[in-house]
T-cell receptor, first 111, second 116 residues
Framework: DAKTTQPPSMDCAEGRAANLPCNHSTISGNEYVYWYRQIHSQGPQYIIH???NNETNEMASLIITEDRKSSTLILPHATLRDTAVYYCIVRVASGSEKLVFGKGTKLTVNP | NAGVMQNPRHLVRRRGQEARLRCSPMKGHSHVYWYRQLPEEGLKFMVYLQKENIIDESGMPKERFSAEFPKEGPSILRIQQVVRGDSAAYFCASSPLGGSSGNTIYFGEGSWLTVV
């Protein structure tokens, strides 16, 4: 079962920052937070991941709260091509280390 | 998604036939995962394999489905005697040598199976 809670949908204006929240209150100390997105009819695309510190790459920034119970994915300048379902996943640190997908957040970027 | 190759991208089978889906992991990756996505539903984990070993098959249906990842060649997901309910997108993913959940998993573009 997914260990995260995300809003089912969000809207964002093109060119503005999209801030996608995720709650993971039961996260363990050695579990990572991963973000993926799935554009319609495509495979899931890796965005970013982190353990404790905030992370940034060419796609997005990940802000993790100090208690690690929640995080926010930030797309700094959303474009229409960022319209997708965004998944926040807590990845177990033992066993198969598989990704367990929840329902995600459907982000719609509007012109 | 570049690097994880799946084929065929689209496959049509009649009820009762067999479907074989192939996945070549990214270069240097020795771990393969298979996921299924039914129409309008989420991604469900099926199986996790390393070379010549099934590590976790907790998501695999008990009958008709099997997976392998031989020493040489791609990983194969095999579905025998397909039924209409098997119609779905099947995604393969790969990651480098395990041991830490910091190793990123990358997905392919999927194989769409339609059973008629």
């Amino acid at each position: 079962d997914a260990k995260t809670t995300q809003p089912p949908s969000m809207d964002c204006a093109e060119g503005r920052a999209a801030n996608l929240p995720c709650n993971h209150s039961t996260i363990s100390g050695n579990e990572y937070v991963y973000w993926y997105r799935q554009i319609h009819s495509q495979g899931p695309q890796y965005i970013i991941h982190g353990l404790k510190n905030n992370e940034t790459n060419e796609m997005a920034s990940l802000i993790i709260t100090e208690d690690r119970k929640s995080s926010t994915l930030i797309l700094p300048h959303a474009t229409l091509r960022d319209t997708a379902v965004y998944y926040c996943i807590v990845r177990v640190a033992s066993g198969s280390e598989k990704l367990v997908f929840g329902k995600g957040t459907k982000l719609t970027v509007n012109p | 998604n570049a690097g994880v190759m799946q084929n065929p991208r689209h496959l049509v089978r009649r009820r009762g036939q067999e479907a074989r889906l192939r996945c070549s992991p990214m270069k240097g990756h020795s771990h393969v995962y298979w996921y299924r996505q039914l129409p309008e539903e989420g991604l469900k984990f099926m199986v996790y394999l390393q070379k010549e070993n099934i590590i976790d098959e907790s998501g695999m249906p008990k009958e008709r489905f099997s997976a392998e990842f031989p020493k040489e060649g791609p990983s194969i997901l095999r579905i025998q005697q397909v039924v209409r309910g098997d119609s779905a997108a099947y995604f393969c993913a790969s990651s480098p040598l395990g041991g830490s959940s910091g190793n990123t998993i990358y997905f392919g573009e999927g194989s769409w199976l339609t059973v008629v």
